[in-house]
């Protein structure tokens, strides 16, 4: 089973449910696998401390042209859709960071003057989290390098890590936002987990993110996160959407505090094992209803 | 006149408060343009409650259309894709999923039989509205759509035009979390670009990344600590990291329910008041001395 955690809005606690959960899971015997694809800015490592055992880079092809071979017709950069290419005089030029791998350049040039290379943009790094006496798990976490604006090769290549893996359940924790990146996270996953706040503004990310689970079609349930805070409007929004809400986590001192210096919660905070159990069996369920209909 | 200075308020992480301190500087300016360059989720009309603008529609991208009748599913645009964008078989035919395909173009150049068009896809939407503290641009990004970068920069770039236009002396973006295509989109020329994280390990580690990026492009800038009394040790960490990293200046500002209570009332926090207010009003003027500082030093270098 995959289950994504995803929220429109930043800093709602997706990485505190997916790291809390899947230690939580392995604790009580189930073989879990944790994908931090928020590549831009990964943090599961800071709470679980796996230890790496292999980085992959992320390689994404760019044009390197044979300058024996060109002969300046330009046909390159007249098919590059991103301006990626373009002629100064009767040089051609590549910008690799416009670059969008589509390959028009090479297949179309006359000449067969383009080739393409690997650039590396980013990482997949494959680590094993031996927390302390509890099971350990493999957390695979992709980063993206500082600098690239393309996100989604790294994404990519970290959901692509799954293939074949054995584990009976993957949690991915996804970056925050809408669009592609994110979108790249959660498809493929057979349950979203949308995290929120009451606020204002945790409300309207919330309805853009179920807007975009729908839209792939995928299905989503809410958790609320510093439930206590803030007004009903998430509430309210769930029920007439017809979303079930399957935590709410409280606005405590104590989380908070945990959190900030890098620790579990479930460490810091008596009865949250309790609480993810409970949540744990509220997304099973819902996956499996999901399934059944579906 | 002199072109509007333009201030980039970024954070790395989600959630540090971005928003809520570009609402309550809004207030502090009293006449500057705002610009909601966090497309994904924009949320500062949610706050300054704007007389909405036109709608302008946005289109980041072309798509593939496959014209059934012309396709003799020969299979070669499935080939050539990249994106697996292209659906279907030798057998049912073929057509393009909207949401793969990158409007490479490249099918459409290759397809033997032409039976593929190029469509530009509406994604978007950007207005210029009309708040309490002054205009307001502001956009919405398609669900599931991509090229959020470019609608950045029209935003920007709109931002500045509406600011000259007015002869409003300052431009304040609201940016969007992490690292890729959006916040490099809201950064390239700012005059300051201000991080708002927290202290926590998660705020500490973004906040470095966020930070590189800003580094590579040679931007002046400041860190605002938000919620600094959550972890002081951490909190003093990065103020000593950023300052060494050659930040302006680092300000701090402390946890206070206040800032939600003003959020879910409808309103910023410098109207309803309360310590981050008051803290807030601290990094407004600091902020103020940073743009100074680096207009002198244009004048200086120019």
């Known amino acids: 089973m995959r289950i994504a955690i995803a929220s429109g809005k930043g800093g709602t606690g997706k990485t505190t449910l997916a790291t809390n959960l899947a230690t939580m899971l392995a604790g009580r015997g189930v073989t879990v696998r944790l994908l931090d694809a928020d590549v831009e800015e990964p943090d599961c490592h800071l709470f679980l401390r796996p230890e790496v055992e292999r980085r992959e880079p992320v390689s994404v092809l760019v044009p390197t042209v044979d300058e024996e071979r060109c002969t300046a017709c330009g046909v390159c950069a007249e098919v590059c859709a991103f301006h990626a290419i373009t002629m100064i005089g009767s040089t051609v030029l590549v910008f690799p960071e416009l670059c969008h791998s589509c390959g028009a350049c090479s297949l179309l040039c006359p000449e067969e003057a383009i080739s393409e290379e690997g650039r590396d943009t980013g990482v997949v790094e494959y680590g094993t989290v031996t927390a302390g006496d509890r099971p350990v798990f493999p957390l695979v976490t992709g980063v993206l390098s500082v600098g690239e604006a393309k996100a989604v090769p790294t994404t990519r290549a970290t959901i692509a890590s799954l293939d074949g893996v054995a584990e009976d359940v993957i949690l991915i924790d996804a970056p925050p936002g809408t669009s592609c990146p994110v979108i790249e996270a959660v498809r493929g996953s057979d349950l979203v987990v949308l995290v929120t706040e009451p606020t204002p503004f945790g409300l309207h990310d919330l309805t853009l993110a179920v807007d975009m689970v729908r839209a792939l079609g995928l299905r989503c349930v809410v958790a609320v996160n510093r439930a206590d805070l803030g007004d009903d409007g998430v509430r309210r929004y769930c029920a007439a959407e017809g979303l079930e809400i399957v935590l709410e986590l409280p606005n405590d001192r104590r989380i908070a505090e945990a959190y900030a210096r890098g620790e579990l919660l479930l460490d810091a905070v008596d009865g949250l094992e309790e609480m993810l159990g409970a949540l744990w069996e509220h997304i099973v369920a819902a996956a499996y209803r999901l399934e059944v209909t579906s | 006149m002199t ?115 190029m469509e530009p896809v509406v994604n978007g939407a950007w207005m210029v509205s009309e708040t309490r503290f002054g205009p307001l641009v502001h956009a919405r990004l398609g669900v599931a759509e991509d090229n959020s970068g470019k609608l950045v920069t029209l935003v920007r770039n709109e931002a500045r035009r509406v600011a000259q236009e007015r002869g409003l002396p300052l431009v304040i973006v609201d940016g969007s979390p992490g690292i890729g295509c959006p916040v490099i989109s809201s950064l ?106 680096a207009a002198e030093r244009d004048v200086h270098d120019a």
């Open chain 2, 3 to 117: 072109p509007p200075r333009e201030l980039v308020v970024i954070s790395g992480k989600g959630g540090t408060g971005k928003t809520s301190v570009v609402a309550a500087f809004a207030a502090l300016a009293g006449g500057a343009v705002l610009a909601d360059c966090d497309v994904d989720a924009a949320d500062l009309h949610l706050v300054l409650h704007p007389e909405l603008g036109q709608e302008h529609p946005f289109s980041g991208r072309r798509q593939a259309i496959i014209d059934p009748d012309e396709c003799t599913a020969c299979g070669r645009c499935a080939e050539v894709c990249r994106f697996a964008a292209v659906l279907g078989t030798l057998d049912d035919g073929y057509s393009v999923d909207p949401i793969a395909c990158e409007g490479c173009e490249l099918c459409r150049r290759i397809c033997p039989a032409e039976a593929i068009r």
């Open chain 2, 188 to 293: 390239a020329g700012a005059d300051l670009v201000l991080a708002v994280t927290e202290p926590t390990v998660s705020g500490r580690h973004d906040l470095d990344r966020v930070l590189q990026v800003v580094r590579q492009f040679r931007l002046p800038f400041a860190v605002c600590v938000n919620k600094a009394d959550l972890n002081p040790d951490l909190g003093e960490q990065i103020a000593a990291e950023a300052t060494a990293a050659g930040a302006a200046f680092v300000a701090s500002v402390a946890y206070d329910p206040a800032v939600t209570h003003a959020q879910v009332a409808g309103t910023d926090i410098i109207d309803y008041g309360g310590r981050a207010a008051a803290e807030i009003t601290t990094v407004w003027e600091a902020v103020g001395d940073a743009l100074l500082a």
